[in-house]
């Protein structure tokens, strides 16, 4: 099993339809999710398995059947991924970012002021310590000093995006179409509408943890999201960084262990003794995180909701569908490497959860940091 960093660069505009508007204007995203990537992947499986008359994929009509993996005894790569779930992938965020700091769409741990101007603020750690006052589990009063500072400065709390180098999205462009009658093959009247796509020459990366002979479909070019017979979705693929499991284990232990006792030493300035981590969990949606730590998310939009304990509350509406946290941990020695194994836990379905530990702008980014 190994850890792939991918890098994906638009070639031609990419559009992933997130919603519909009144006047037939559909709205995309401005980053690629992981479920687009990991259907594309395995389309190419099918068609190299046709092309080299593997298992059932030999016997498909065409290319755009599903073929029959129940009655074929191919254990194939195409098997792997979408039958056995034996694959795990995140979005693909636009950046050059790495391991340590990875992209993550719409992280709201940041807030941003309200003035327009570029300082930034960790919303997760200053909720979680607002709290932890107001419960009087601070020592010093300093805290409320600061608070005050940030409600006269007009700090508005909301999404931004962090790419591990800065915050900004993908570059975004209007395209507007019209619609083809199916008889004569020639334009409606009236039938004009249009939608938002990732405009081509964008770099984005993503992640992937799977078997080693992954590494050659991250090589190449693949076709994403809609209107890929138009002249949209084409994307080429570069290998970046390919780590076996253990070793990424190893690393990602330790740069939780430095958010760890980074986090810690942002609380300890006012007071909170003991150490904490931060969590954020990307999902598809459709199921919860089956973790010691009670991972929550909710679909309403809600600022954040407390749980049961008192170390830890959750922050709503984070990654479309997801959830970020603060939780008590004891000895970070040991502790981070357990994170680090969990967050590359192997989930048959969905397989596109991901939940990532101190992320560096939880600590590194913000006023709480002097």
């Not at 991918?6 to 990419?14: A, C, G, K, R």
């Not at 690629?32 to 594309?40: D, Q």
């Not at 194994?341 to 913000?366: I, M, N, Q, T």
Request: proline share 2%.
């Amino acid at each position: 099993m190994r850890v792939f960093l991918v890098e994906l660069e638009t070639i031609e505009p990419v559009t992933i339809a997130s919603k519909k508007g009144k006047t037939s204007f559909i709205e995309g995203l401005n980053y690629i999710p992981a479920s687009s990537i990991a259907g594309a992947i395995a389309r190419v499986c099918v068609l190299n398995n046709l092309k080299n008359s593997v298992g059932n994929c030999k016997n498909l009509k065409d290319t755009k059947r599903t073929p029959d993996c129940g009655t074929c005894s191919e254990n194939c790569l195409y098997r792997k991924i979408w039958v056995e779930k034996r694959f795990k992938i995140t979005n693909a965020v636009i950046g050059k970012w790495d391991y340590e700091k990875p992209g993550i769409v719409g992280l709201q741990s940041i807030g941003e002021q309200r003035v327009g101007k570029r300082d930034k603020k960790d919303l997760l750690l200053f909720l979680f310590l607002e709290r932890m006052f107001w419960l009087g589990k601070l020592k010093s009063r300093e805290f409320l000093n600061v608070f005050e500072q940030l409600k006269e400065k007009g700090f508005k709390k909301r999404a931004s995006d962090f790419d591990g180098q800065g915050f900004r999205s993908a570059k975004v462009v209007q395209i507007t179409r019209t619609s083809v009658g199916e008889k004569l093959r020639t334009s409606k009247e009236g039938e004009l509408y249009g939608f938002t796509a990732i405009a081509e020459g964008q770099t984005l990366r993503f992640m992937a943890i799977g078997d080693e002979e992954l590494e050659e479909v991250f090589k190449g070019e693949i076709k994403v999201g809609s209107w890929r017979s138009r002249g949209m979705g084409l994307v080429k693929l570069r290998l970046v960084d390919s780590t076996e499991y253990r070793d990424f284990v190893e690393k990602r232990s330790l740069a939780i262990k430095k958010g760890i006792e980074g986090i810690s030493e942002l609380t300890s300035d006012f007071g909170l003794e003991g150490y904490f981590t931060t969590y954020t969990h990307l999902t598809d949606g459709t199921k919860m995180y089956d973790s010691e730590f009670s991972i929550t998310r909710f679909r309403r939009l809600v600022r954040y909701e407390r749980v049961e304990r008192e170390s830890s509350f959750v922050l709503t509406e984070t990654i479309s569908a997801g959830s970020a946290g603060v939780l008590k941990v004891e000895e970070p020695e040991k502790v981070s490497r357990d994170l680090a194994e969990s967050e590359l836990r192997l989930h048959k379905f969905p397989w596109f959860d991901w939940v990532f530990f101190s992320h560096p702008v939880h600590y590194e980014f913000g006023v709480l940091r002097r």
